[in-house]
């Protein structure tokens, strides 16, 4: 018997996988970093395809299955309009998402992290985002220490304010690379 688990997730990637199937990497709520086979989601007639856009925010459901988690529903909640240089820098931040996690397991901490940055993409337009991002991540995942209330933080309105502190982010991220050691 096969499980059936619904979530809400990111869609953080997407690979072609034989001749009408698709790899989906998501970050959910409960489950953490997932892999799902969607069955024929590349035909024109697919009920899943419009729904599963990178980098949107969607409900999804899937099933266990012998080698692959199967994805059997999705809808998507939100899908950001970005242009293409704000969809270029949330794409990195969901790749060096996917480079350091690895493996399912529920964060809820990184979790809201992506959550928030998805709701606030007008951040990514701001000088050291991506060093801040990443500062966030590691510390999250638990390879930088910190007392400071912007990494520790979510919010991202406050971001502006620290474009002088890129080269102390820029660091820490280098420290917490090392640590993870990619």
Known sequence: MYNLHHTEGIILSANDFGEADRIYNIYTKDFGKVSV?????RLEKSKLRPHLLPLSFARV????GKEFMRLTDAEEILSPLLDEKTYSVFSGACSFLERLVKGQE??????????????NTECLIHE?????????????????????EIIRGNRWSDLPDQVLRVAEFKKISAQGLSASQL
Not at 37 to 41: E, F, H, P, R, S
Not at 61 to 64: A, G, H
Not at 106 to 117: G, M
Request: glycine fraction near 6%; avoid cysteine; proline fraction near 0%.
């Open 106 to 119: 529920k964060d809820e901490a990184v979790w809201e992290l992506l959550r928030s940055l998805l709701l």
């Open 37 to 41: 086979l969607a069955k024929g989601v």
């Open 61 to 64: 459901s899937f099933i266990e």
């Open 128 to 148: 050291g985002f991506e060093e801040i991002f990443q500062a966030r991540l590691l510390y999250r995942l638990g390879y930088v220490d910190s007392e400071d």
